[in-house]
């Protein structure tokens, strides 16, 4: 970068002299030699990135209104300025949750490589001295803090909060919103300083040329103005199609270790989304599993013949026993299960409509549903359902999955199991429904 280290910008108000005594001061930082980097290879994960990472914000801002603000069972629930326009999230199709809450883990998580191979394409930059140039670039370096420091906090929040049980408890949640907000805002201001650069990087080179490039052939890029291309580069050891294969195959690698979690066979190998794996014994119950009915401290005694459904918010209360229930008419539905945490499974429930039992208990117009579980506490113990989803015709106080009882793990004797909720909605060891109209 010799033209432009020597050349002082006072345009921007640096003082000359200041300028060249620094930029002669280089201290013994190291110095990048990879003949691959450059404008092109930058440009090409920037593009892979700039088509993925709003599909993950998105999601994931998305995901916060499923839960239902509106309620107050969002998590943060209160958001001050960084509050969302609330919205009842749609009870159909059903799948809905499951294809953006999928969408936001596990494209979040296939995109990694190509994150990280982006950080490493322009890593030089971080040791380009001296290290400010003018007032613009100052700024630029502070929206890359957020750029930077944003994603790899959330990745890292994220795949955490995945691998162990709530390790932050419910600050993870805030942390990873805040973190979003930190995150978009520095994305979205460093698309639009850089989307000319990129686009000018893509141009450079065509790709085609590129993967019918060997490594033998594979020269640096022309050094411009981004800085990206080495000033004294060694002879390629690898071409780009290989750098390209390495990335993109570690992405599909990643992908094969995540996105199995959803899609039956390849469950075992979900490592990176682990709730996914865990099942009953094998027969109809065996699909992941959330929490197991050991850890929640319901006394066995309450799920057995002294269970009973308590229907609440009508004139009167209304009791069923399991027998009562199960004499109820049926319906029989195939519903996801949708995890917040990325994983999710289809599975037949058969069960009481939720919006019979509304008209059972004197609610026939319900506006939302309170439902409460056998568990003494936690904040996976009830559940607030907005009016489309209890009305929902596929919506279920499921008796029964795959034609068999439900297990004690998935809820025994009866769970939620409502179309389009987050999993967690889904409440197991229903205790009583609370309708409400108002
Ligand atoms: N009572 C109760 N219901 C619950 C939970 C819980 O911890 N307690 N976990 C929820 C979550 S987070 C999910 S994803 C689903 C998972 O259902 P499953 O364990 O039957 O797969 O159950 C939901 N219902
Ligand atoms: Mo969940």
């Keep these: 970068m010799a033209i432009v280290i020597n050349r002082p910008h006072p345009e921007y108000g640096f003082p000359a002299a ?50 239902g603000p509106q309620f107050g069972q969002a998590i943060p629930g209160d958001v001050g300025v960084l509050r969302l326009p ?15 809450q999928g969408l936001h883990v596990n494209l979040g998580i296939i995109l990694v490589p190509i994150v990280l191979a982006k950080l490493w ?26 750029l930077v420091g944003g994603i790899l906090f959330e990745i890292v929040t994220g795949l955490l909060n995945i691998q162990y049980d709530y390790v932050f408890g419910f600050n993870f949640y805030l942390a990873h919103y805040v973190g979003a907000w930190v995150f978009l805002t520095s994305f ?3 698309v639009v300083l850089k989307l000319p650069t990129m686009v000018r990087g893509l ?74 794996r865990n099942s009953a014994t094998p027969g109809p119950n065996d699909f992941p599993i959330n929490k197991t009915f050991a850890v929640t401290g319901i006394d066995a005694a309450a799920v057995g013949a002294a269970w009973r459904l308590d229907l ?56 939302s549903a309170v439902v409460r579980s056998l568990e003494p506490g936690g904040p996976f113990a009830q559940a607030t359902l907005t009016a489309g989803q209890v009305r929902h015709p596929d919506s279920l106080l499921a008796l029964q999955v795959n034609g068999a009882p439900l297990s004690p793990d998935h809820g025994y004797p009866a769970r939620v199991i409502a179309s389009a909720v987050p999993g967690v909605h889904n409440t197991k060891w229903v205790r009583s429904i609370e309708f409400r109209s108002a």
Excluded: N
Aim: with cysteine.
């Design 188 to 190: 979205v201001a460093h």
């Design 312 to 367: 609440q918010g009508g004139p009167g209360a209304v009791r069923f026993d399991l027998d009562a229930l199960s004499a109820l008419p049926q319906h029989t539905a195939e519903l996801p299960l949708a995890c917040v945490e990325g994983w999710s499974t289809a599975q037949t429930w058969t069960g009481v409509r939720l919006r019979d039992l509304a008209a059972l208990a004197g609610v026939p117009a319900p506006t």
């Design 203 to 276: 141009r450079s080179r065509s790709l085609r040329a590129v993967l019918h490039t060997s490594t033998r052939d594979t020269r640096p890029e022309e050094r411009d103005e981004t800085g990206l291309v080495a000033e004294q580069p060694r002879p390629a050891t690898t071409s780009r199609r290989g750098a390209l294969a390495l990335v993109f195959g570690g992405a599909a690698f990643v992908a094969l270790l995540s996105v199995g979690q959803s899609v039956g066979p390849l469950r075992r190998l979900a490592i990176l989304l682990p709730r996914g």
């Design 121 to 146: 394409s322009v890593v030089p930059k971080l040791f380009a001295w001296p290290p400010v140039r003018s007032a613009a670039q100052v700024l630029e370096r502070l929206s890359l803090l957020g």
């Design 86 to 100: 609330q919205f009842d999230w749609p009870a159909s199709p059903s799948w809905l949750y499951r294809i953006t």
């Design 18 to 67: 200041l300028f060249r005594a620094v930029a002669r001061r280089r201290p013994p930082l190291p110095r990048f030699r990879s003949p691959l980097r450059g404008p092109w290879l930058t440009s090409v994960f920037g593009a892979v990135l700039l088509a993925g990472l709003p599909v993950v914000i998105l999601t994931g801002l998305l995901s916060y209104l499923a839960y």
